[in-house]
């Protein structure tokens, strides 16, 4: 299944960066391409600092690629959890946080990244959410953030149950334009980017990092990864998602533009965009554990619930993304206990938040006091009062993982019977093994144990990856990192049998 998303498939032709070639060494490395190290590396550019940038793919192909480029002042958790957890005054300060991070998106937007002013929509379309909205609203008019109610959303939006929460002039763009807009005015200030260029080793205490080409020796590093790379405290602070995004040509009522998150048994969020001149309509569904999910089966089920609700159609992309979400409701931004700087547990809003860690990062290698909120979402804090839940999550998803793959065992199967398209933990030469069939018979057996923490991985049979169901780490058939806070790839085994 081609998972390429909407963002990724329509946006302009953008020029490439060269990959890394030689030995260099810089004042200040950002390892990672998204939205928060590309936007970091223009600021340092631009303020005279020597910055190199390597990112494992193109610009954008990861997570921002893979959003769905909504821009809102409030949280995905909803800002009644931050006033209950973190009081109204720390709420309004991530409120204003994320609305100057939103300012300077729109100053930076070129027509190409498509950055319009929309409302943000928020209804119950069945009576078990109702209360919710209730005291989402609560919370807005506790914190001064302007909002209005009305009764009805327009068609093809499921019908509301109860009030409709409307939040003015929030913004939603083209995120992978964007990026790649930005990358072009960081190397125009001076930044060196590098793409196809995967870190293979961090060395913590040198400040270096090691690649396939050549080696990086820094004075900082900063890993605008999403999740840090290697081994850091946070990982075990974070629950780990996946959310399935679908898109479909409109060709019913539109909407217009708008971010709508339609709140149900099962959620949806939506949005329209416009590309080559065909509008879309894009929908996601709730978020799910990764590796401790079936991909397909919850793929279609969202087909089948967006149908449900919207109408028949025929979805022209599927694609996910994956997100971290901080214990206690906060992301992570700062120095944290390995000597570099990270940016995570954004949770479904990094878009925003993304921006926001990388003004506060450069402020801090600029020597600027960062005030409260830098402070605030440093990685070394400690509330577990506020994060117990998540806490608690994380370890027994840990725990679950290790006592069901390493004390039960999953089933074994002979190389002989695996099937093309077929994935199975397989016993070659006494040995286990992820194994899985390509359609043209090519045999790829990797080993099923997580080079981060050593948890085994699991199948993901729609973007064909073995995915880590402790903290997130995916691998492609042959072992490559794909995402997540593992370095180095699964061992790989060749075997001569290749087909049946």
Not at 94 to 110: K, N, P, S, T, Y
Not at 245 to 269: K, N, T, Y
């Amino acid at each position: 299944m081609d998972t390429t998303s909407l963002w990724r498939a329509t946006a302009p032709a953008a020029p490439g960066f060269a990959m890394l070639q030689t030995d260099i060494s810089t004042d200040v490395l950002i390892v990672g391409g998204g939205i928060t190290g590309v936007t970091l590396a223009m600021l340092l550019a631009r303020a005279g600092r020597q910055v190199v940038l390597l990112e494992a793919g193109r610009i954008g192909s990861g997570t921002t690629g893979n959003s769905t480029g909504n821009l809102y002042v409030t949280v995905s958790e909803g800002l009644d959890s931050l006033v209950r957890r973190w009081g109204q005054d720390i709420a309004r300060q991530v409120v204003d946080e994320r609305r100057g991070a939103i300012d300077f998106i729109q100053l930076h937007a070129g027509s190409e990244s498509g950055l319009r002013r929309c409302p943000m929509v928020q209804y119950a379309f069945s009576d078990s959410m109702r209360e919710g909205i209730e005291s989402e609203q609560k919370a807005l008019a506790a914190l001064g953030v302007p909002h209005r109610l009305t009764s009805a959303v327009p068609a093809p939006l499921p019908q509301a149950r109860g009030n409709v929460l409307v939040i003015d002039d929030q913004a939603q763009f083209h995120p992978q334009a964007y990026v790649a807009q930005l990358a072009w005015q960081a190397a125009q200030a001076g930044a060196q980017i590098h793409e196809h260029t995967r870190v293979l080793e961090i060395d913590f205490k040198a400040r270096s990092a090691a690649t396939a080409t050549g080696t990086v020796t820094a004075k900082e590093i900063v890993l605008a990864t999403h999740s840090p790379k290697g081994l850091h405290p946070v990982h075990a602070q974070m629950p780990v998602h996946r959310e399935y995004v679908l898109a479909r040509p409109l060709g019913g009522p539109d909407p217009g533009p708008g971010i709508f998150w339609c709140q149900g048994d099962e959620s949806l969020s939506l949005r329209t965009m416009e590309a080559g001149g065909e509008r879309y309509l894009v929908c996601a569904g709730d978020e799910l554990k990764t590796g401790d999910h079936n991909a397909e089966a919850c793929l279609m089920a969202l087909e089948t619930n967006a149908e449900k609700q919207l109408g028949p159609g025929e979805w022209s992309h599927r694609w996910s993304a994956q997100n971290y979400r901080g214990a206690d409701g906060l992301p992570y931004i700062g120095r944290d206990i390995r000597g570099s700087f990270i940016a995570t547990g954004f949770s479904t809003d990094g878009l925003v938040y993304g921006t926001v860690a990388a003004r506060v990062i450069a402020a801090q290698l600029g020597g600027h006091a960062t005030a409260v909120f830098g402070e605030l979402c440093k990685p070394g804090r400690l509330s577990p009062v506020k994060g117990a839940s998540a806490l608690l999550e994380e370890a027994g998803t840990t725990a679950k993982a290790l006592l069901k793959d390493y004390l039960t065992h999953r089933q074994e199967q002979k190389l002989t019977s695996l099937a093309v398209g077929d994935s199975a933990i397989v016993e070659v030469e006494g040995e286990s093994f992820a194994a899985w069939r390509a359609p043209d018979g090519e045999l790829f057996a990797v080993s099923p144990v997580c080079t981060h923490m050593g948890c085994k991985v699991h199948w993901n049979s729609v973007e064909t990856s073995w995915d880590c169901p402790c903290h997130g780490s995916r691998f492609s058939p042959d072992g490559t990192v794909i995402e997540g806070p593992a370095i180095a790839a699964l061992r790989r085994k060749h075997i001569a049998l290749a087909t049946r």
